[in-house]
């Protein structure tokens, strides 16, 4: 599982500028003379009248995290500033469902049940789906999974996968995102860390897999099919 997923931004930001040239470079320039460090930037929104820029920094703390927004505040092209939960606060770990949409649809049943329980008890993880078929497309959202913000684990729910799709899971499993796979024809379920036949199970399998309150280690579980 990814670091970066596990650790948490002290101080997210959001910054309204108008949308032109230059304004990210001002903004950045400031939060280095700080000697924060950016753990995630994202347009948040962006529209004729102006945008948001959304930050996520560390190595901030109390006084310094006040004098860094005073700056940011002081620029010419800021237009407001404001404090805002980080994404890991409100969403916390990612699970990705990839596949048809008959099976992604039942294992979300299972991801979501699960999600549940464990988020009641103050933890945050969130499930994320698309349905997809074609192996080209299967095997780019497959990669693209490493891509995406506090993403930990994959789960491919399909009828039959195989070939680049294969090759795609064995890539971000190298890049620490864990790979769940229902049990069917193809190449993909030998390519994933654990094989589920049951949609409603493997979808609660892969919140026990990312979650720090179960008692399931995906390590002692790799290779193996139930």
């Known amino acids: 599982m990814r670091e970066a997923a596990e650790r948490d931004a002290p101080l997210a930001l959001m910054v309204r500028t108008p949308d032109e040239p230059g304004v990210l470079h001002a903004l950045t320039r400031v939060i280095l003379e700080h000697g924060a460090n ?4 994202d347009i948040a929104e962006r529209r ?3 945008t948001t820029v959304y930050f996520e920094l560390e190595n901030l703390e109390g006084a310094s995290a006040d004098a860094l927004i005073g700056d940011l505040g002081s620029l010419p092209m800021v237009q407001a500033i404001e404090r805002a939960p980080s994404f890991g606060k409100v969403y916390g770990k990612r699970i990705i469902v990839v596949g048809g949409g ?20 103050g933890e945050k993880i969130s499930v994320d ?3 997809l078929v074609g192996e080209e497309e299967l095997a780019a959202a497959t990669r693209a999974v490493a891509r995406l913000p506090r993403a930990v ?3 491919l729910a399909g009828a039959l996968m195989g070939g680049d ?3 795609a899971a064995r890539e971000i499993r190298e890049k620490g995102i864990i790979v769940l796979s229902l049990n069917m024809p193809g190449s993909v379920p030998d390519a994933a860390d654990l094989v ?12 026990m897999a990312v979650s720090e309150s179960a008692r399931f280690d995906i390590a002692r ?5 139930y």
């Open 38 to 41: 950016i753990t995630y930037v």
């Open 129 to 131: 789906t698309i349905p």
């Open 102 to 121: 008959a099976q992604v649809g039942q294992v979300v049943v299972g991801a979501v049940a699960e999600a549940d329980r464990h988020n009641i008890r």
């Open 48 to 50: 004729e009248d102006g």
């Open 221 to 225: 579980q790799r290779g193996k099919r």
């Open 196 to 207: 589920v036949s049951d949609p409603v199970q493997c979808g609660v399998m892969a919140v």
């Open 165 to 167: 799709v294969a090759r």
């Open 153 to 155: 684990a994959l789960v």
